[in-house]
Nanobody, 122 residues
Framework: QVQLVESGGGLGQAGGSLRLSCVLS????????MGWHRQVPGKERELVAK???????KYVDAVKGRFTITRDNARNTLYLHMINVKPEDTAVYYC????????????????WGQGIQVTVSR
């Protein structure tokens, strides 16, 4: 089984910083893209930041220059460094991973964490 566990959420002040962590565990042959998504009640879940296996990154325009996605391969941990946070960043953030399992056949899947609340106050 594949498990993703987020931590580091909570309250932050506008202009401050936060760091989210996501620990990946389970039997996976390889990890492809990993990323952070967020969702506000009444809206669709949106991609915030993506990190590919090759190290390329992509960010939604609203967070460019403020959020940074990184990975510690030794610890199987994905991070989202958030600086100069804004009230608009308030949402539930989800860690996600696209992975490959090689057995009798090649299976590509996606796993999600349970989500972690981030609330930014003025």
């Amino acid at each position: 089984q594949v498990q993703l566990v987020e931590s580091g959420g909570g309250l932050g002040q506008a202009g401050g910083s936060l760091r989210l962590s996501c620990v990946l565990s389970g039997s996976i042959s390889s990890i492809n893209d990993m990323g952070w998504h967020r969702q506000v009640p009444g809206k669709e879940r949106e991609l915030v930041a993506k990190l590919t296996k090759g190290g390329s990154t992509k960010y939604v325009d609203a967070v460019k220059g403020r959020f940074t996605i990184t990975r510690d391969n030794a610890r199987n941990t994905l991070y989202l460094h958030m600086i100069n946070v804004k009230p608009e960043d308030t949402a539930v953030y989800y860690c996600g991973a696209d992975y490959t399992v090689v057995g009798d056949t090649v299976v590509v899947g996606r796993a999600w964490g349970q989500g972690i609340q981030v609330t930014v106050s003025r």
